[in-house]
């Protein structure tokens, strides 16, 4: 007779996910199609770099640290060099990661070096370096990913003393059909016809640069930008006041 452990609680033999009903009507949101999910951002996370910040929205978890200014090693150039990584944790998305493999996607990396170096006086900082590194614990989208990563590296560059043109953030629109929907989660980028992620620095009324995955006439992607630029301008505030909290 096979031993049995009575201090443990025989499991089944199989699982299976549970099935949510879905709607044809397009996904449903509680909250406007217009308002932000809650943002928590809070600097001084890590301690060992010179800034670092740590953004949570609904879906998005990154833990950002920034290093320099530092010496960078030759050739020199008149001026300074922004480095952008970005790296996810294996439990970060509902398909488990490689550890070693699929935990640095170059085009994130890319993508964010692209919407932060209007925002940074790289002018000012001859020879040097400044390195940005990004640890996404949970994104439910890409889009998120690259708007809340934004606004953390800016964030942890503002509290590392990094000369800035203004608050760079992030903000991501999807669309369905004539309906733009404002900071979409993990579904509705999933299923949208297109999904834009600006990035602008609003007290500046400037935009840094933006990415677009999907196809959309002129008058919609006119539509994405303004809805966006409206989604920035919310987020600036809780960044500005992240970083007012943060130095008191």
């Given at each position: 007779?096979?031993?049995?452990d ?5 499991a ?16 449903s ?5 217009d ?10 996370l890590v301690?060992?770099a ?30 300074g ?15 488990r ?13 890319a993508?964010?070096t692209?919407?932060l170096?209007?925002a940074v006086?790289?002018?000012l ?6 390195d940005?590194?990004?640890?996404v ?30 608050l ?7 669309l369905?059909?004539s309906?733009?929907?404002?900071d ?8 949208a016809?297109?999904t834009?992620t600006?990035?602008a620095?609003?007290?500046l ?6 990415h677009?995955?999907?196809e ?23 960044v500005?006041?992240?970083?007012f909290?943060?130095?008191?």
């Amino acid at each position: 007779m096979a031993t049995f452990d009575r201090r443990r609680i025989p499991a089944p033999e199989d699982s299976k996910p549970p099935v949510y009903l879905s709607t044809t009507a397009g996904p449903s949101r509680s909250r406007g199609n217009d308002e932000l999910r809650p943002l928590f951002i809070k600097t001084g996370l890590v301690t060992q770099a010179n800034g670092s910040a740590y953004v949570e929205a609904d879906g998005v978890k990154i833990a950002c640290s920034a290093f320099g200014p530092r010496p960078r090693p030759p050739p020199f150039t008149s001026t300074g060099t922004l480095n952008v990584e970005v790296k996810f944790a294996p439990f970060a998305s509902q398909v488990r990661r490689a550890p070693l493999r699929d935990t640095e996607p170059v085009s994130h990396a890319a993508v964010l070096t692209n919407l932060l170096l209007p925002a940074v006086h790289l002018h000012l900082l001859p020879k040097m370096s400044v390195d940005v590194h990004i640890y996404v614990l949970e994104g439910d989208s890409d889009a998120s990913v690259l708007a809340a990563g934004l606004s953390a590296a800016c964030v942890a560059l503002a509290d590392a003393g990094i000369p800035l043109s203004g608050l760079a953030v992030g903000s991501t629109v999807a669309l369905h059909g004539s309906t733009a929907l404002l900071d979409p989660s993990g579904p509705e980028c999933t299923g949208a016809d297109a999904t834009l992620t600006l990035g602008a620095m609003p007290a500046l009324g400037r935009a840094t640069s933006l990415h677009m995955t999907g196809e959309a006439d002129l008058d919609a992607v006119c539509d994405m930008v303004e809805a966006a630029l409206a989604g920035a301008t919310s987020a600036h505030d809780a960044v500005a006041v992240a970083l007012f909290d943060g130095v008191q």
